[in-house]
């Protein structure tokens, strides 16, 4: 059986996009081999939204020509968004490449190895799927969850883009938007839940501007047919809530500020399954800027948006991206964003310097913020951001919390296993002293002890310790216990985790 091997870089689309095509060779007969030297194919799953990304790509290649060379049946794939950005292009330039596949062409996958095996010659397939697109269900495991063990689990409801914001080249490499039908994601998310998944966030470049293509879905309370910027988001909301009454959080990323209509926000309001977290990219907090940035609304429609979005939903709270040092970003407009970061209260935020990507209408700008400058303002944003966690977190103290354990520690407390998993407001969580309890996929009830930089220290309320189950053991001396007995969740490596 030929073995195969993963590697992925980027977002989480790419994280998924990874899962499947474990699928796909694992039907194809492939076997998951225990890391690139027992492979006997290799592939990166590639990520272009940053220049860095990219770059690591291309010095990953030249440290595997080497891995190449010690057998000559070895087969290097190139897929993602480099893959569709640069297709047969990666083939000259590096010859170590044998097969280069894009996004929506992961099904053929299988084909590709299976021509190349046979003589074929090293080969780029990199078409989008437009007139039939094709979604891959995740596979999932009775009783383990989808992923192998996790109680998370991701489903693709769109993909593409038609936004063309003027920094980015998700357009590009995973071209024009294309939804999938509601039915059919009800359904998927029925078969995870029925597998034991209890957490589900439904994936789209621009997630909230979903509309079903058979169009089965009724119109969501509050929606507005003159409003431009309304999708059938919410009523897809709705539907899942309604059909899998067993799901006990249901996350999206990444949405756009422009479809946070009323009809979401009252869904948010009115759905429990929802988490008390948004996750918003905003980029810039300057007009100028979002307005050269291509990004179609203002700063003070974004603050409304949120602002009635945390009004309706109190202790709501709010994440995003921004960009610093896009082209013509004066000071003011950098204060600006500053002022913005502060008057949201973002209790998290990923933040980028720009970097020139090609196909993108902002090569024609200069570039002409220095690296200098772009590095101390990510430095005064990262600064700006940190102070309202820290607040955030501190406040949490003393608080009992609701968290869904998501799996172990690395770490090993004084107590035990020391088990995290996430809030509904997202915060992380690591639960001290349960070491002897099988808290895996439960939502459980904490009392916050202190609070880290970046997550908070718990333990069991009384309550949540009776009802816990205990770990079971397979055998006398066993250390592995129940954990032996689930199968462990995959853990695919990811070289670059970065936001959209
Ligand atoms: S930043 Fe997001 S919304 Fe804008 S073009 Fe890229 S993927 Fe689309």
């Known amino acids: 059986m030929p073995r195969y091997a993963i590697t992925t870089f980027g977002c989480q689309m790419n994280v998924h996009d990874s899962e499947r095509m474990h699928d796909v060779l694992r039907r194809a007969g492939y076997t998951e081999a225990g890391g690139p030297d027992e492979a006997d194919v290799l592939v990166l799953?590639?990520?272009?939204?940053?220049?860095?990304?990219?770059q690591k790509l291309r010095s990953e290649v030249g440290r595997l020509a080497r891995w190449k060379r010690e057998r000559g049946d070895r087969v290097l794939v190139v897929a993602?968004?480099?893959?569709?950005?640069?297709?047969?292009?990666?083939?000259?330039?590096?010859?170590?490449?044998?097969v280069v596949v894009g996004?929506?062409?992961?099904?053929?996958?299988?084909?590709?190895?299976?021509?190349?095996?046979?003589?074929?010659?090293?080969?780029?397939?990199?078409?989008?799927?437009?007139?039939?697109?094709r979604f891959l269900m995740a596979s999932p495991t009775p009783g383990a969850g989808a992923q192998g063990g996790a109680p998370a689990a991701f489903v693709t409801i769109m993909k593409g883009c038609d936004e063309r914001c003027s920094f980015c080249i998700v357009p590009y490499t995973r071209g024009p938007e294309r939804y999938r039908p509601s039915d059919e994601i009800v359904a998927e998310i029925a078969a995870l839940v029925a597998a034991g998944v209890r957490e589900i966030t439904l994936l789209g470049q621009t997630v909230n501007s979903y509309r079903d293509p058979l169009g089965?879905?009724?119109?969501?309370?509050?929606?507005?047919?003159?409003?431009?910027?309304?999708?059938?988001?919410?009523?897809?909301?709705?539907?899942?809530?309604?059909?899998?009454?067993?799901?006990?959080?249901?996350?999206y990323t990444s949405p756009h500020p422009r479809h946070l209509t009323p009809s979401l926000i009252r869904a948010h309001a009115e759905l429990a399954v929802l988490p008390r977290h948004v996750h918003l990219p905003v980029q810039s907090g300057s007009d100028r800027i979002l307005r050269r940035m291509i990004r179609r609304y203002t700063r003070a429609e974004y603050v409304a948006?949120?602002?009635a979005l945390v009004e309706a939903v109190p202790g709501l709270?709010?994440?995003?991206?921004?960009?610093?040092?896009?082209?013509?970003?004066?000071?003011?407009?950098?204060?600006?964003?500053?002022?913005?970061?502060?008057?949201?209260?973002?209790?998290?935020?990923f933040g980028f310097k720009y970097s020139r990507r090609p196909h993108t209408p902002a090569l024609k700008l200069p570039d002409d913020v220095s690296e200098d400058v772009k590095g101390e303002r990510l430095a005064r944003l990262f600064e700006a951001s940190e102070a309202l966690l820290a607040a955030h977190l501190e406040g949490l103290v003393g608080t009992t919390q609701e968290v869904l354990v998501e799996g172990r520690d690395k770490q090993r407390g004084a107590g035990g296993t020391l088990w995290s998993g996430r809030t509904g407001r997202h915060e992380i969580v690591h639960i001290e002293g349960a070491g002897e309890l099988d808290l895996l996929g439960e939502v459980v009830e904490v009392a916050i002890a202190r609070a880290n930089k970046h997550s908070l220290q718990a333990e069991l309320t009384e309550a949540a310790r009776a009802a816990a189950r205990p770990r079971q053991r397979v055998g006398a001396g066993d250390a592995a216990g129940a954990e032996a007995a689930r199968p462990?969740?995959?853990?695919?490596p990811v070289i670059a985790a970065e936001g959209g």
């Open 45 to 54: 799953n590639t990520c272009s939204v940053r220049e860095k990304a990219e």
């Open 103 to 133: 996004p929506d062409n992961i099904p053929e996958l299988p084909g590709l190895l299976g021509d190349l095996a046979l003589g074929g010659l090293p080969v780029a397939r990199t078409v989008f799927d437009v007139d039939a697109p």
């Open 216 to 251: 089965a879905l009724p119109r969501a309370p509050g929606a507005s047919a003159d409003d431009p910027d309304e999708s059938e988001f919410a009523a897809l909301l709705r539907r899942i809530a309604e059909r899998v009454p067993g799901l006990a959080r249901l996350r």
């Open 305 to 307: 948006r949120t602002r």
């Open 317 to 349: 709270t709010l994440s995003t991206d921004i960009i610093v040092g896009f082209p013509g970003e004066t000071e003011d407009d950098f204060a600006a964003t500053l002022s913005l970061v502060r008057e949201v209260g973002y209790k998290g935020l």
């Open 488 to 492: 462990a969740r995959r853990v695919l």
């Open 80 to 98: 993602g968004c480099v893959a569709q950005q640069e297709g047969e292009r990666l083939l000259k330039q590096m010859r170590a490449i044998d």
